[in-house]
């Protein structure tokens, strides 16, 4: 064995106990019975330990400098090896009394989160969110980064992301996005709501949500669709990939746009080269890549006429009263966009509005630019200069997200990177005959060969912008997106 | 910590990893999807791997000899260390080679079988039987034994059992069980088949197999039911012990006994002291005491009038077509009997001759006195003698099961052990009236008090026969057994 089997050797070992991990979570989210989790918790956490243990021992570390020694000419070898040297050490740079002390701080925090959202009272979560900030900056120093201390952290959920570029990205989208927010929820205040009212039994919602996402090319051969209170996609290891939903019996859309969306993430994960699994080559890019091919399905294919020419009949055969629903009244309703206080319920047209709204926020309060004391107050500025509201409570403004409790910092933007380049990918592959008669007739097999070829294939081992330049020519760039916006809900 | 923790705490670790593994192996079994098979088999085996290491460890071992030598007071935990020396020396005992011998040989053994059967052709599977037993007359040499080898294979699912000791118990029980058998057939042929024809939709069974097994004081907190291709009971952690069955349209007791069956073995899980888990005390006793749960419950308690006193009118609920149905009838069909070829297809009052034929083939085949290639002619000549006809193939005899392809020699006794042990467990504690009281009126929380009390509450601190003395003032007699039958199917 090479040098660099060697180390992939350990990063195989590795995958064996982070897969393990998820299964254990996915059995929690959905059958573990309630008297299950304190063993569980400590199942998961020495699960945690010994994985990090291995990938911070000195034989790893001798092993990779063995492989850098070596370096690989092959492309693909040498992204893994220096993708593994970035995973080690940035798990070696954190001191164990850090890790330890982040995960106590965020378990507080959550608690806290949860109980001041309760109340709506953001007092009661304050203290928690400057201790959790304390610690984003500590390992934002530790990392390193060039300009600003928020980079470190975008970094970790958006490879090679500069928060300067990304706040020039969202700074120019941000009229744009207003005035189309605008637009789309001015044209449904003119649709009478209540054209698919009536009710949707679970089991038949299971029916359709299977055979769409069948139709999309997810395979139930390696994977399957359960129920949880949240929504969400997860590895198991190759060969298992699994979603789930939940269901609402007066609204089937939302289920069903709940494993289109899981099913694009899906899609990915079952496209990564499975042999590379637990090296950077055969693991997901970053999160803006996942959300690009979660929108992809769910948007842009989801919610287009040429989708619902072909299942609207179907989903009628299914539940019988929307047989008296013509094709036009139902994608108004697909169609249908307003103002919302919440962003887990804001559509396609407004939903961007909210993430730039936090990302500000977060990077002034990772600056030290923002007390979170002011918090509230500058949330509900922000949110009235977009929407022309104020949100009546904390709880319905800066307390409804879960993401800060759990030291999620840097995350937010990339749901509207996975926007840009789900419309710039889409875009693009339909400019191919063959992709976009596919579409038309909801024949997804070229689009999906072509997602696999140009996006799923190379995992990690290129950053997102090399991913978006190999397939679409350019890196993100936001003209897609709000021209696709202008003509699904302007226009 | 003294030495005594210590010791616990390394068993604990262990723990976590074996408990994850029952994860690994219930997801296998219940929702997995097919194309995770190799990758879920390469985590078992890692996990495996790990939990002997750490088994036999030179640290475990140090931790055991101080524990030794400062030997606790308290009786539980001087069996703990007890019980930990036991599983420690013969974890060690075993070479790796011979532990990978033995994986690789039932593997290949597993996969011969299946085919065997599958042809009805013992040839297929002879050289594989060869090399099993091969392997464990080797086990048994390393294990050690007072009389013969098979004690050392009885002792790995039958503490303390003795080989002669079964052997004498089951000769004195055969004629009396072949004349109870006999005229239990004889009965049934006079009871005109099809009275509880009909559909049972599996919704339905499921909802009444729950309240059943609620009935019974299983905690759906603490487990849950799902389906599988064939039935049993795991426990992946304190807290979490789950069942499976299997569902038959045309016959709901088909999946209600597998419930009861099952059920009996979580009750006994539930019931075992969480705090010791991982530790002798909080583990099994053994087989044959584990039988005695699943039997007391499906049999005693699920096959007799009481029970169906009630639980016949709620049936007749959910199935309409069995308010036709008087109680008279129904318990004929409960209690039908007949002579079959298959085991697992066996009534209550033939079972137990399925297993005297197996465990005196066993044996012999142990001690070298039967050669493989004889096992055929042996197993029908037997056959014959106790059922009064012959195997039309080796497929419905010497073939029809997997225990012996997955090296499992000593394992069939345990289910007649425990057979006798849940009637004599049984008519001891009906012995006092409030038990008794309860049974009658189907209330079972002081039956299930008395099982905690008296059995569960134990563990494996105490030997099987040590349990049976302190809960019925004997060690395990047939008469029990043989009253029963003779009550509910001859009398």
Redesign the interface.
Known sequence: MNAYQSLCEAAS?IA?LT??EA??GW?QET??????????A??LS??TGKAHELLTSKKTLKLLERAEATMPEDATQAANVRGLRRDIHRATKLPKKLVEEESEVCALGKAAWVEARAKSDFATFAPHLDKILGIARKKADLFGYEDEPYDALLDLYERNAKTREVAALFEKLKPQLADIAREAAAKSKKVKPGALKGRYPIEKQKILNREIAESLGY??????I?TTAHPFCTT?????V?LTTRYDESDFLSSLFGVMHEAGHGLYEQGLPGLD?GLPSGSAASLGIHESQSRLWENHVGRSHFFWAKWLPRAAELFPHLRKVKMDAFMKEVKRSEFSFIRVEADEATYDLHILLRFGIERRLVKGELAVKNVPEVWNAEYHELFGMTPPDDAQGCLQDIHWSMGGLGYFATYTLGNLNAAQLFATANKQRKIAAGVEKCDYAPLLQWLRQKVHAHGAALTPQEIMTYATGKPTDAKWHIKHLRERYVD
Do not use: I, N
Not at 35 to 40: N, P
Not at 219 to 224: E, L
């Open positions: 070992e064996l897969s393990t299964v254990l059995d059958y573990m019975p309630e008297k299950a989790l304190e063993h569980r400590r199942q020495y699960l395979d139930f051969g390696a994977g399957r359960d198991l290891g190759p060969g298992d699994r699994y």
